[in-house]
């Protein structure tokens, strides 16, 4: 778990408000779950998947409550969904940390934010299109320009079955030349042994069944609809049979959205797909549902590696410097402040020479001074900090407009 400090912390903040603007254009609003929740929330997740058996911060509170750190945020929204029961379809986004038991490294943390979006009680191939979309015109607005889309269709709750049974009689098949941990992962779930990035289960992997051979005519169907849509929008993929994704709630569609620059191992930026059972296992009406999860901590790493999204500049307006004790400073900068100017200030009455250090230290754009001489006669002087611009001096009172002026005139 880590600190984020400032400037790193604004790009953060600025990275969730591009979030915000993307899917707020598209009628979603946002929801802010708990951040813990009653054990049972995640453990419908499935008992196959790691998140939910190795990775939980679960414990008993002290009402004897068994309740865990949220690892993801889409049982919330479900769970939420099933509780508050909202006008259909229900379009919501989140931001915010997970928890996972994981171990450490770059890119992969034990508290990690998410940004994601869901939607509720829509089947419509469309609806995915317009989710993958969503996911994509946000990596586009970061700058980032090596993200590519995977995608994949894991078929009906019974084709899937079908295809985990054909996968297990396969990987059964292959015996001891299948790595130990792979034979693990094939007792609880034959799907994610696709996932092994072994050396000895490569050509095991590779001749495993595939799972378009096990879609029903509807799932086909739902599958070239999405892909007709996506080509519609001009958004690339490349079509992944391999693809299951780490979750077990996933129906029909799954993407994920890979960086170009990042390690194999950690490269899944973000990811998402259908997952229609989902409500109903949390006590709620059978509910179509279909959202995605991109990872901050990650993106943002991908954005560093391309040159992208750099945070923003954190340096004040003015920044101002008193040689009269300090309470000249605290009026001005009051009044800056309330007219929306960003202004800081020098304290403990240090020498004009420490304060003028602290003014160039902070990048102000300008420093304004005060000395007894501006006192008597009611003006202050205006330095440039940026640039070679001359001193000048002038009314107080004029300070705001002539500060306005002069930075209107620099941004443009
Ligand atoms: P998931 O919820 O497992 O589908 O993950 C969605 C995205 O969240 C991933 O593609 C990552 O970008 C991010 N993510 C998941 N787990 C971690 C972690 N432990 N640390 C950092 N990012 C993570």
Same mark, same amino acid.
């Given at each position: 778990?880590? #600190? @984020?400090?400032?400037? &790193?912390?604004?790009?953060? $903040? ?29 453990? $419908? ?19 004897? /409550? ?5 690892? &993801? ?5 479900? *769970? ?25 490294? /770059?890119?992969?943390? /034990? ?16 609806? !995915? ?10 990596? *586009? ?30 990987? !059964? ?21 696709? #996932?092994?990035?072994? /050396? ?10 595939? @799972? ?32 299951? *994704? ?9 993407? &994920? ?23 109903? !296992? ?59 100017? *960003?202004?800081? $200030? ?14 160039? $230290? ?6 304004? @001074? ?29 300070? @705001? ?12």
């Amino acid at each position: 778990m880590r #600190d @984020i400090l400032a400037p &790193e912390s604004a790009r953060w $903040r600025a990275f969730t408000q591009v979030f915000a603007e993307v899917v707020e254009s598209a009628g979603y609003g946002l929801i802010i779950p708990p951040m813990m929740e009653d054990l049972g929330v995640f453990t $419908r997740l499935g008992d196959a998947t790691d998140v939910v058996t190795k990775e939980m911060y679960d414990f008993v509170d002290k009402g004897e /409550r068994h309740v865990a750190l949220r690892p &993801e945020q889409t049982a919330s929204v479900c *769970r939420a969904f099933a509780q508050h029961r909202p006008v259909t379809p229900w379009k919501a986004w989140y931001s915010g940390p997970n928890f996972r038991y994981e171990k450490p490294q /770059r890119g992969r943390y /034990r508290q990690f934010d998410q940004v994601g979006v869901e939607v509720l009680g829509v089947d419509d191939p469309y609806l !995915d299109v317009e989710v993958i979309a969503l996911g994509w015109e946000f990596y *586009r607005r970061l700058g980032l320009q090596q993200v590519t889309l995977l995608l994949n269709s894991l078929g009906e709750p019974d084709d899937r079955a079908r295809y985990v049974e054909a996968l297990r009689q396969h990987f !059964d098949a292959a015996g001891d030349d299948l790595s130990e941990q792979s034979r693990r992962t094939l007792d609880k779930n034959p799907l994610r042994v696709l #996932d092994s990035k072994r /050396r000895e289960d490569q050509p095991i992997v590779a001749a495993a069944p595939t @799972i378009d051979q096990f879609w029903s005519d509807a799932a086909a169907e739902h599958f070239a609809t999405v892909q007709s849509g996506l080509r519609e929008l001009d958004i690339a993929f490349t079509v992944d049979m391999k693809l299951v *994704r780490g979750l077990d709630y996933y129906r029909r569609t799954t993407f &994920e959205f890979q960086g170009g620059t990042l390690d194999s191992a950690q490269n899944a930026l973000g990811g998402g797909g259908r997952y229609d059972g989902l409500v109903e !296992d949390l006590g709620g009406p059978a509910t179509p549902g279909v959202g995605f999860a991109l990872g901050v901590d990650r993106t943002l790493l991908a954005c560093d590696d391309e040159g992208v999204f750099d945070a923003p500049d954190p340096a004040v307006d003015a920044f101002v410097v008193d040689t009269t004790g300090g309470a000249q400073a605290l009026a001005i900068t009051a009044a800056l402040r309330q007219a929306g100017l *960003r202004a800081d $200030r020098a304290y403990e009455n240090r020498s004009m020479k420490a304060q003028m250090k602290a003014a160039n $230290r902070s990048g102000a754009a300008y420093a304004v @001074i005060v000395g007894t001489d501006e006192v008597d006669n009611g003006t202050v002087a205006v330095r440039p900090l940026r640039g070679d611009g001359e001193q000048v001096t002038i009314a107080r009172d004029s300070l @705001i407009t002539d500060l306005h002026t002069r930075l209107q005139g620099s941004n443009q």
